[in-house]
């Protein structure tokens, strides 16, 4: 059984009326009649009662007709269906993101890919530090991570969204919490506490921003994520430099404070180079348009 027999049957079906199918169909008449009459022979049943006046559907007529319907719906919807996954417009999108980006960035971007690509599924593993979702990316158990640059392997590719300051995470009972000013000499002497990954950009960005002011943070804790060194810091245990991003994320007995010469941090997407997959195509598509206007900001800045 073709489907051209079935979409042909479908018509004349509706309309009762082999000139009114034709018209619809774009056919000649006497192509249509012969096509129906082929169908039948297949099926070896008479579908339409005929007079010179009247087209009826017999009661195989009937029958067919309720079932033809479900099947063109759903292989209409079969190739809608591809055409969405072919354009990336329908499929699963496995996403990383740092502790951070969780916070201040997935609301925005899931709310942009369920107006842009409202087909498309998510699949969310937050709170990993970039080594780890470039490790996943190149293996290909994650489609696009947000995380913080330098990317660890040649394969993966960066896109730029966002270059935060890192501000100063504070005990409520600091004594630096009364100073209106904060700049990076006033930690010369502060217990540091960092993230324990050995490869955080975090903790090379404070490194490095500390150098610059003449002394090397000493790092007496480390945290396996966010949430634990904002705990530690509350405890009293030492200092974190972290991406403005952390506000995001308020705790009881945590108080944050801009740093006059502090350094900034990148936040970018990231896919591995090469993949054919026109979900990440689509995606990262998406979102770089949407981020455009404050990476242009960012690059004005700069300039």
Known sequence: MELRHLRYFAAVAETCHFGQAAELLHVAQPALSYAIRQ???ELDVTLFNRTTRHVSLTAAGEFLRDEAARI???VDEAQRGVRRIAAGHSGLLRLGLTGTAAFS???RMARILRQELPALALDIHADMLTPTQCERLGTGALDVGVLRPPAIGDEIELQTIDDEPLILAVSADHRLVAEP????ADLRSEPFIGYSGQDSA???TVVRACR????VPHREHAAPGTAVLLALVAA???VAMVPASVRALPLHGVVFRDILDGASIELALAWRRGVDNP???AVVTVLSAAYAPAVATLSEEDS
């Not at 000013?181 to 990076?184: A, G, R």
């Open 279 to 281: 979900v990440v195509d």
């Open 202 to 204: 975090v903790n090379d």
């Open 181 to 184: 000013v904060i700049s990076l």
């Open 236 to 238: 009293g245990l030492g």
């Open 39 to 41: 169908l039948e022979h």
């Open 105 to 107: 960035h997935l609301p």
């Open 212 to 215: 610059r002011a003449g002394f």
């Open 72 to 74: 063109l719906d759903g």
